[in-house]
């Protein structure tokens, strides 16, 4: 899984999400990419767009971020059909350069929330093929601005299409109010673009790779991810092996 | 000719503006009890090089749309266009 953590001014998640792909989950082929730079690389499986403060949070999060040269190819990339992974500053950055619907605005509490909470996997696939439906995971969040927010038509269609790939419940997976760190619709986490190849949450699961610093759920995410890069290679090496077979096939 | 362009962007009114409601309490409990809804938006002021007024306007009204303000949760007007003193 050869994956390309975008770093911009004010990110500083990108360490702990090279951490956790390169040396937790041991994909070598893991490198950062510079905001100033006109290209992602080539052949790149996942662009992870990390946690932090982008530009400092100017005007508004993720706004000016959308800016950068890098970003051209993100969205180039994500529009192609790549995958990519926004945590954080990342959802932000994703919600304001219009690859996913919907904004984060400041935490309905005032509160800047800092601590772990219960997430619910609502769709196994992809990002998460590897975790079954249902399943509560243990991560941190950290944020000021992950509010989600959108028009009622924006999340009726995401829910109608099974978009919404995390939410904040209680300890036997009720998405209660109090459950609700920061005020989202319907304890909306995480969602997933409708092609389900641009993934956005709020929480960090490459904070919580390893048991040791508290809860080791998080590396799930990264493994499905590893697991679907897998079946994909594998699939189209089937595919060569018929296109291959068949021209064989060909009388001459 | 160069004009100053006063942009206004504020939350549009279902978003939720815990600032504001900070804010208003605080004039709350200075006495300010005939004060409710209050608001806090931006405003940002920019030097437009341009052949008229009303093209400076436009030109504000484009940055706006493009960057200044989110149409999904901020409303923005260009509340002043008047030239550089």
Redesign the interface.
């Known amino acids: 899984m050869r994956t390309h953590i975008v770093v911009f001014p004010g990110s500083n998640c990108d360490h702990d999400a090279m951490h956790a792909v390169k040396n937790v989950l041991g994909e070598h082929d893991t490198e950062f990419v510079w905001h100033k730079d006109d290209s992602i690389g080539k052949n790149v499986d996942l662009v992870i767009l990390p946690g932090g403060f982008s530009y400092g949070d100017y005007l508004r999060t993720g706004a000016i971020a959308k800016f950068s040269p890098v970003m051209k190819d993100v969205i180039r990339f994500a529009n192609n059909g790549g995958m990519v992974l926004g945590i954080c500053n990342g959802f932000q950055v994703l919600c304001e350069s219009g690859l996913l619907p919907g904004v984060l605005i400041r935490n309905a509490g005032l509160k800047f929330a800092c601590k772990e909470v219960n997430l619910r996997v609502d769709r196994s696939e992809r990002f998460t093929g590897d975790i079954p439906e249902g399943t509560i995971l243990r991560i941190p969040i950290a944020h000021g601005e992950g509010h989600y927010i959108a028009d009622d038509e924006v999340i009726a269609d995401l829910e109608r299409n099974n978009q919404v790939m995390f939410r904040y419940v209680d300890s036997i997976g009720n998405p209660t109010s109090e459950a609700n760190p920061n005020g989202s619709i319907n304890n909306i986490a995480g969602i997933i673009s409708k092609d389900k190849n641009v993934m956005g949450l709020m929480p960090h699961p490459e904070r919580a790779c390893e048991a040791m610093l508290g809860s080791a759920d998080g590396l799930k995410i990264f493994q499905s991810l590893c697991s679907w890069f897998a079946i994909q290679s594998s699939k189209e090496f089937a595919t060569e092996r018929r296109e291959v077979s068949s021209r064989e096939a060909v009388p001459i | 000719m160069k004009y100053l362009a006063y942009i206004a962007i504020e939350?549009k009114e279902a978003?939720?503006d815990?600032?504001g409601k900070?804010i208003e309490h605080a004039l709350g409990s200075l006495g300010f009890r005939e004060i409710e809804n209050t608001r806090v938006g931006k405003l940002v002021r920019l030097t437009v090089d341009a052949a008229s007024p009303e093209s400076a306007r436009s030109i504000a009204e484009q940055a706006s749309e493009k960057?200044?303000a989110?149409p999904?949760?901020e409303t923005f007007s260009v509340i002043n266009v008047k030239p550089v003193a």
């Open positions: 939350r978003i939720l815990p600032q900070a960057l200044l989110n999904i949760m």
